[in-house]
């Protein structure tokens, strides 16, 4: 079993929709971070959620961590096909070590 | 702004031979990571590196992959003997303090014929 399950594994939407993806395990983490991975980078970290129930802005992306500390989720309102990438969820464990989820791979259309 | 710098972008390379992955991490970092993702799966954690010794490493990062910082900007991800399935796209990442946030270079992707 996956320790971070992320869904869905793609999305195709139209410009200017909104979307949620979701990152859920059966774990219970101090903290989750979210990165997103252009083609032909690495992972660039965008959030670190780490209370119960907080909520992160960041522009036109809204990150939750779930009360019981399990689950995230990533919505993006009115996608840009600029924010076209994989979104991955991780989490830190022991000396530092990053466990990532598998990924949603988002395409928004122009 | 300070990057993780990763070479080759591209490595080919015959199974059974030996391949020397290199990065300079940001330059005030102290502690370094591999990982590597193969085509279509999730990243993968292989091994991280403080204070010039292996702190953690996963089941992945076998005796047929070493890691070693021989100068004060490089470190480096060798695999002794390459088999197909270690093609992958291999980064590096470093941090400057102890579970600080992690940056990753852009990669090298790795194809073993």
């Known amino acids: 079993t996956q320790l971070l399950e992320q869904s869905p594994q793609f999305l195709s939407i139209q410009e200017g929709e909104n979307l949620t993806v979701y990152c859920n395990s059966s774990s219970v983490f101090s903290s989750l971070q979210w990165y997103r991975q252009e083609p032909g980078e690495g992972p660039v970290l965008l959030v670190t959620v780490v209370t119960g129930g907080e909520v992160k802005k960041l522009k036109r992306l809204t990150f939750q961590f779930g009360d019981a500390r399990k689950d995230s989720s990533l919505h993006i309102t009115a996608a840009q096909p600029g924010d076209t990438g994989l979104y991955l969820c991780a989490v830190a464990w022991a000396g530092n070590m990053l466990t990532f989820g598998g990924g949603t791979r988002l395409m928004v259309k122009p | 702004e300070p990057e993780v710098t990763q070479t080759p972008s591209h490595q080919v390379t015959q199974m059974g031979q030996e391949v020397i992955l290199r990065c300079v991490p940001i330059s005030n970092h102290l502690y370094f990571y591999w990982y590597r993702q193969i085509l279509g799966q999730k990243v993968e954690f292989l091994v991280s590196?403080?204070?010039?010794?292996?702190?953690?490493k996963s089941e992945i990062f076998d005796d047929q992959f070493s890691v070693e910082r021989p100068d004060g900007s490089n470190f480096t991800l060798k695999i002794r003997s390459t088999k197909l399935e270690d093609s992958a796209m291999y980064f590096c990442a470093s941090t400057e303090r102890h579970k600080n946030i992690q940056y990753f270079g852009a990669g090298t992707r790795l194809s073993v014929l």
């Open positions: 590196f403080y204070n010039n010794e292996i702190s953690e």
